[in-house]
């Protein structure tokens, strides 16, 4: 096996003549711009709105707006990389597809296999969330289900060993069972991801118009919240603005993160838009707008509402009306809630099977994946895998694990995404004036060669004046702290390493701020985070050199090549 062929990058003119590989470009276009957005929207405001921000605002009271602010930059530097990329390069596949043009087959297949985790593994989040919501809804009406079939079985194992009171508890006291193995599983959760996978196995059409209606829906009853809880604010609640310090704040990195999940879904669906290389870039960038400014404005109303330390719940929206005694909020924060995290599924199980069908066009997953339904145009069979994908682990996995795990793997793919994008050969005058003509979007060039140095001694400068311990602390490379503090440190050396590159290359300034954002929210991510994505990736590689590698499509255009010769 030659070690290059593992960079063998697929040539970017081959993808704009094939339009993802020839014989598969049987998809509807029937998306515009308005569509992108919504989908962009209906993505990002879910689970992050409904459910993680309340453990966001737990670790890091009213200062969490600076993370969310911190957030929002990062992902506004990818979404411009994003965008650079769907630009140039206008078909399915999201940053897999992106990372093989810039980086090679092997980074192609790291990204690709890191993006099943934001895409499936997010789902499996947002299906657990999503039926919490629904079950307190129904019961408003008077259906109650058994405590059995509303929880996982990891959690109510753990409320059984912890002998901790609650529905975990009650769920393990009274489920039937088999034998020695209790029947204990999140029902809601099941039945809402088989009914999106029907939907997304049943076409892009139908999906858009239900997508479109949910997101009108959930931003009036977003706002709704917003000016109600207005009325109910104490200033007296933002004091201490950081009760847990910045690394309070950074402790929310997670949550905060996975708030903004989603835009970069829009990517995947290039195929099946009327004029990608002009609308997918707006799409993902409007959405990104909008969500920002609903997510700084929630967050300071919520934790003016009631103190940060009551926020720390699965449902912290409707906790706060709990609180404050405004019953008849619950009702419709709760339909609010279970229609945000219908279209944030939608739109995630939508994006996974497009990466897998473009994967198996490049020879990386079995044929069976790229086959498009002949009647409904869609990758029917990668839908049903990904429902499978997304529904097993729900009966063995619990909430909190697949957060971590999300944040991490989607967060790495901005990295790579951003990097692919200073690696891009620039492209002629010709080039340039026919995409300023078609209204194209292009990455403004801002040459870095002093400005990107200035800013890292700058902030290297502040950090020493107003954290004096912070060098000192991060540095100490004792038993206890070394394997917290090595992220750290390693984002010290990229700084440094890129200060010079940038010096010397002159590179563009805003694929760079956006690697080195990315990178820096890489280092709040816990130690077994990273343990698990090291796995994950580990058995990805082992999947990619006993198939992928072998079967890759560049292995007979060399061949055909040669043959020619």
Same mark, same amino acid.
């Given at each position: ?25 049987? =998809? ?12 962009? *929207? ?7 709105? !409904? ?30 990389? %994003? ?65 059995? =079939?509303?929880?996982? %079985? ?43 996978? !029907?939907?997304? %196995? ?14 009108? @829906? ?25 009760? +847990? ?40 960038? %409007? ?10 404005? &929630?967050?300071?109303? @919520? ?83 990904? #429902? ?23 967060? !790495?793919?901005?990295?790579? $995404? ?37 800013? $890292? *001694?700058?902030?290297?400068? &502040? ?5 004096? +311990? ?23 050396? &990229? ?5 010079? @590159? ?35 990736? &580990?058995? #990805? ?17 060399? =061949? ?6």
């Amino acid at each position: 096996m030659s070690f290059l062929k593992l960079f063998r990058r697929k040539p970017l003119g081959t993808l704009l003549q094939q339009g993802g590989d020839g014989d598969h470009s049987g =998809l509807n276009k029937v998306l515009n711009v308005k569509d992108l957005t919504f989908f962009g *929207i209906a993505a990002i405001i879910g689970g992050g709105t !409904f459910s993680a921000i309340g453990n966001a605002c737990f670790s890091g009271g009213p200062g969490v707006i600076l993370l969310y602010a911190m957030c929002a930059i990062a992902c506004g530097f990818t979404a411009m990389c %994003y965008a650079e990329f769907a630009s140039r390069v206008p078909v399915s596949g999201s940053a897999y597809t992106y990372a093989y043009v810039s980086f090679g087959e092997i980074f192609a297949w790291i990204i690709g296999w890191a993006l099943l985790m934001e895409y499936s593994i997010g789902n499996i989040y947002i299906a657990f969330s999503w039926s919490g919501y629904f079950t307190n809804l129904i019961e408003t009406f008077g259906i109650h289900l058994p405590e059995w =079939l509303t929880i996982n %079985y990891k959690s109510a194992h753990a409320a059984f060993t912890e002998n901790k009171v609650g529905e975990g508890l009650l769920a393990w006291q009274n489920a039937p069972s088999i034998g020695s193995l209790k029947i204990i599983f999140d029902l809601p959760a099941v039945l809402i991801n088989i009914l999106i996978t !029907f939907l997304i %196995y049943r076409g892009t059409k139908e999906s858009k118009n239900i997508s479109n209606v949910m997101v009108y @829906i959930k931003l009036v009853i977003i706002v709704l919240v917003i000016i109600v809880g207005a009325f109910y604010i104490d200033i007296n609640n933002w004091t201490p603005f950081m009760p +847990n310090g910045f690394s309070g704040v950074m402790g929310g990195v997670s949550a905060v993160f996975f708030a903004y999940i989603g835009f970069d879904a829009v990517s995947t669906l290039a195929e099946e838009s009327k004029n990608p290389q002009r609308d997918l870039p707006r799409g993902m960038i %409007y959405s990104l707008v909008v969500c920002t400014v609903v997510y700084i404005i &929630l967050a300071l109303v @919520i934790t003016g509402m009631v103190s940060y330390e009551l926020l720390g719940v699965s449902d912290p929206l409707a906790e706060i009306f709990e609180l404050k005694g405004v019953k008849w909020m619950l009702f419709i924060v709760s339909i609010a809630a279970v229609v945000a995290m219908t279209s944030v599924m939608l739109v995630f199980q939508m994006g996974q099977p497009r990466i897998w069908m473009t994967m198996s066009r490049d020879g990386l997953m079995p044929k069976k994946f790229a086959e498009i339904h002949p009647k409904y145009k869609t990758p029917g069979f990668a839908s049903i895998v990904t #429902g499978l994908v997304v529904g097993l682990p729900i009966f063995f996995t619990d909430e909190n694990f697949v957060l971590d795990f999300t944040s991490i793997g989607t967060l !790495f793919a901005f990295v790579l $995404v951003c990097g692919g994008v200073l690696m891009l050969s620039p492209q002629s005058e010709a080039e340039l004036a026919e995409r300023a003509t078609n209204g194209k979007f292009r990455i403004p060039y801002i040459n870095s060669k002093f400005i990107f140095p200035s800013l $890292v *001694i700058l902030i290297t400068v &502040l950090v020493y004046n107003l954290i004096p +311990n912070f060098f000192s602390d991060t540095f100490n490379f004792t038993d206890d702290t070394l394997a917290t503090n090595l992220p750290m440190i390693a984002f010290f050396i &990229l700084c440094v390493i890129m200060a010079g @590159i940038s010096f010397l290359k002159n590179l563009s300034l805003i694929p760079l701020l956006g690697l080195i954002s990315c990178c820096y929210l890489l280092t709040g991510m816990a130690v077994s985070n990273w343990k698990w994505f090291g796995i994950w990736l &580990l058995v #990805g590689l082992v999947f990619y050199f006993a198939y992928g590698f072998k079967n890759s499509k560049l292995n007979f255009i060399k =061949l055909e090549n040669k043959i020619e010769d």
